[in-house]
């Protein structure tokens, strides 16, 4: 009986001990204990004898310990989830052994009367192992206590000292907690905050965005940063980042826990890094790679590239102070002319571009204003700067920026090609023509020493007795690459690349070789077309007077030919050079003259020789009476000029031009221009030449 006791004992303070802890468990040793209950009873009832009936009391708790155990089993074998709550109660496990002892010892006094000594002994001998039991449980206590108490300010002491504010929010996005950073950082109390549902904290603009961010995560997406500003204590709008974690399923949280990090700063300097990489520092403007975004970033408008000439001139002379102080103008000009939607950068030092959100008409009407502005002269330092400008257009359409911007490009260089101050849309054809000009821009240069240069000569006839009196050389760029070029498209670009000399250097001297080997035979004369530019050079006339002496032509059978409209602004310097070489005894001569009335007035100051017409160009007519040929012959006739009606293509123009009075006549209805040997050919079909 005294073991069984013992043993009731141990799993009642074992039940009550693990009932928080292990539920089943606890059950099982209920079961256990009522169990064992039953048979200290049963054996307690058989030992005095008790009647039959009395036995029969014993069949419940048996049956109730075994239903108990039953139970705790399948419940630990379904996992045995804890139940809420706090720590296991001590009370089970103090009380528990002194309420065992008194009623032992009540039991005893009931059927013996007083105690032994033997038996004194015994229960004083369980008083002390109890205490030492409960001093010990309390010294583990206290050290348990220490340690969490240890823990909790490390806890705390890490949430204080951090940079993030902690937020717990319930099932209803209100604000449960904010760690003690809310106040430190962002100036938010315990009742500014908690309590409230989140969206009220932050911005209108950002709550909704925010709100559908916590559904999907409590719905069970993967967390994701939330991007929003956040009022402070101070009612200021802060920009922060926020990073969500779903910690509803452990006990202890029960919430969505967010980290608040204020990344103001950040982004401040995030965007004064981001305004340094896209702006131009001198002007303010926008930047190439803030034009290529704004372009990629568009689907229709226009781009306007637009070049300034005439600023290297100013940095060169006047310095890169004063040219800084013009372009810094130009870029206020610009920010002027266009609209609040438009797009103003500057793409490289001279060149700026505009992003306009207009169609086309209004487009080119922007051009023009831009024209107009930039055409104003600057006033820097008490002086005033002119400027030109050559703008190119190209229409977005949803391109790619690099394209656009290239054909804009493209635009602006024809711009400047056809004369500057002008506007140019760029279209396909346009794109081919700049193609073409780049391949002749990267094959001319080495053209002469690579043997590529040819001449074609065309013969001069008089008109009335059609036999020959000179030819024209004409130059031929025969290419590899671009296969045979043309004086019209070889000349710009010669002058452009600053090789126009040395391909007059090789004209003049091919022409007067040919002329030394024909003039053995016969008596002609040798014309060579020359620019304004040629004429200009300090030593063209040494030049002309070396090339002359070396191959042994007589002066009077060279004739230089300058185009008469690109004389232009260079007539003086073209009177003096057209001077010179007649003093040399080289006769000049005046080619494409259009009769016009400016031609007219200054074809007196001209020094020349010749006069070249073409009949139909001057009057617009293919045959017939030309009056105004006539008065240009009486009129040459009068300066002692001498007449050649060119470009004569039809045998009517022939005749009109014999009617007219002009002496000499040359053009393909006359004969077509040829090599050197077709031609000493076809002189081999006339008895002499004369000149």
């Known amino acids: 009986m005294v073991a069984g006791g013992f043993g009731l004992a141990a799993i009642g303070v074992a039940a009550l001990a693990d009932w928080q802890r292990r539920p089943g468990a606890a059950i099982c040793l209920l079961g256990a204990g009522a169990a064992q209950f039953g048979l200290l009873a049963l054996i307690v009832l058989l030992a005095y004898e008790a009647p039959d009936r009395a036995l029969l009391t014993t069949v419940g708790p048996l049956v109730v310990g075994a239903l108990l155990t039953a139970a705790g ?21 103090v009380s528990a052994p002194a309420a065992i002892a008194t009623l032992a010892a009540g039991g005893h006094l009931y059927a013996h009367g007083d105690f032994t000594p033997g038996a004194i002994l015994l229960g004083l001998a369980v008083i002390p192992p109890l205490v030492v039991r409960e001093l010990m449980t309390a010294t583990d206590n206290r050290r348990y206590a220490a340690r969490l108490a240890a823990q909790e300010a490390h806890f705390r002491a890490l949430v204080a000292g951090g940079n993030d504010l902690i937020l717990l929010l319930d099932e209803a996005l209100r604000v449960r907690w904010q760690s003690p ?127 300034l ?62 024209l107009e502005a930039l055409g104003e002269p600057y006033r820097v330092a008490g002086d005033e700067v002119r400027l030109q400008a ?46 073409r000009r780049l391949d002749l821009e990267r094959e001319l240069p080495g053209a002469v020493a690579r043997g590529e240069l040819d001449l074609v000569y065309q013969p001069v ?43 007059g250097r090789w004209v003049l001297d091919r022409a007067c070789r040919q002329l030394a080997d024909w003039s053995a035979d016969r008596q002609l004369w040798m014309s060579v077309n020359v620019t304004p530019r040629e004429l200009a050079a300090p030593d063209f006339l040494q030049r002309a007077a070396a090339v002359l002496a070396t191959h042994g032509v007589p002066p009077d059978r060279l004739v230089v030919e300058v185009a008469e409209p690109r004389i232009g602004a260079e007539l003086p310097t073209v009177v003096a050079r057209l001077a010179g070489l007649r003093s040399l005894g080289v006769r000049t001569a005046l080619d494409d003259f259009r009769a016009a009335h400016a031609s007219l007035a200054q074809l007196r100051r001209l020094p020349i020789d010749l006069l070249k017409l073409a009949p139909h160009r001057v009057d617009g007519a293919d045959g017939g009476h030309h009056p105004l040929v006539d008065v240009v012959v009486s009129l040459g006739d009068r300066l002692g000029l001498e007449i050649v009606a060119a470009q004569l293509e039809t045998p009517a123009q022939v005749a009109a031009a014999g009617r007219a009075g002009c002496r000499y006549g040359q053009g393909f209805a006359l004969a077509r221009p040829a090599t050197a040997e077709r031609v000493e050919a076809y002189f081999e079909e006339f008895p002499s030449a004369s000149r």
């Open 73 to 93: 089993v399948r419940r630990v074998a379904a996992g045995d989830p804890r139940r809420p709550g706090g720590p296991p109660p001590v009370w089970p496990r």
């Open 461 to 503: 006839l008089g008109l009335a007795d059609r036999l020959p009196v000179g030819t024209e050389a004409l130059l031929r760029w025969r290419s590899p690459v671009l296969g045979t070029v043309l004086p019209a498209e070889l000349l710009p670009v010669a002058e452009d690349l600053d090789l126009l000399g040395e391909v």
């Open 309 to 370: 000439h005439g600023l290297g001139v100013v940095n060169d002379g006047r310095g890169h102070a004063v040219g800084d102080v013009v372009v810094v103008e130009v870029a206020r000009r610009l920010r002027a002319a266009v609209g609040p939607d438009d797009l103003v950068a500057r793409l490289v030092g001279d060149e700026f571009g505009v992003v306009t959100t207009a169609g086309p008409v209004l487009a080119y009407a922007l051009g023009t204003r831009l």
């Open 390 to 435: 050559s703008i190119g257009l190209a229409e977005i359409f949803g391109a790619a920026a690099d394209d656009v911007l290239r054909q804009a490009d493209l635009a602006r260089r024809r711009a400047a090609q056809l004369g500057r101050d002008r506007i140019e849309w760029y279209d396909a054809y346009l794109e081919e023509q700049l193609v």
């Open 181 to 307: 950073a809310g106040t430190r950082l962002f100036g938010l109390t315990d009742a500014d905050v908690l309590g409230r549902p989140f969206a009220d904290l932050l911005h209108p603009a950002d709550a909704p965005r925010a709100a559908l961010l916590l559904d999907e995560v409590r719905a069970g997406a993967r967390p994701t940063l939330l991007v929003a500003r956040m009022r402070d204590g101070h009612g200021a709008w802060q920009e922060t980042e926020s990073t969500i974690s779903d910690q509803r399923g452990a006990p202890e949280v029960q919430a969505l826990v967010l980290h608040v990090r204020d990344v103001g700063e950040r982004r401040r300097l995030e965007r004064a890094v981001h305004q340094l990489a896209a702006t131009d520092q001198l002007t303010g403007l926008a930047n190439r790679r803030e034009l290529l975004r704004e372009l990629a970033a568009r689907r229709n408008g226009a781009l306007l590239v637009v070049d």
